[in-house]
């Protein structure tokens, strides 16, 4: 007879640690972020997206106006020693 009582008891205990595992789960994925978390974290970045894309622009501008400038230096600096 404690052999049944013994089985019973492994039966009951795998339920009970089955329940826990089930709702440790649900309150796991309960805590995750809300949508309006979601959200903003979707907005932070595409407005890191849209800076990096601006700070690449005017990099760019910049650059192609130091060309300009510089091609035009050229330039002077020929026309100077051609007369």
Request: glycine letters at 4%; aromatic letters at 4%.
């Amino acid at each position: 007879m404690p052999a049944l009582n013994k089985i019973n008891l492994n039966y009951t205990m795998k339920k009970v640690l089955s329940i826990a595992l089930v709702a440790g789960m649900f309150s796991f994925i309960g805590c995750g972020p809300s949508q309006q978390e979601k959200e903003a974290a979707e907005k932070a970045k595409q407005d890191s997206i849209a800076a990096a894309m601006a700070q690449d622009s005017m990099a760019a501008a910049a650059a192609a106006a130091q060309a300009m400038v510089d091609t035009a230096a050229v330039d002077t600096a020929a026309k100077m020693d051609a007369h």
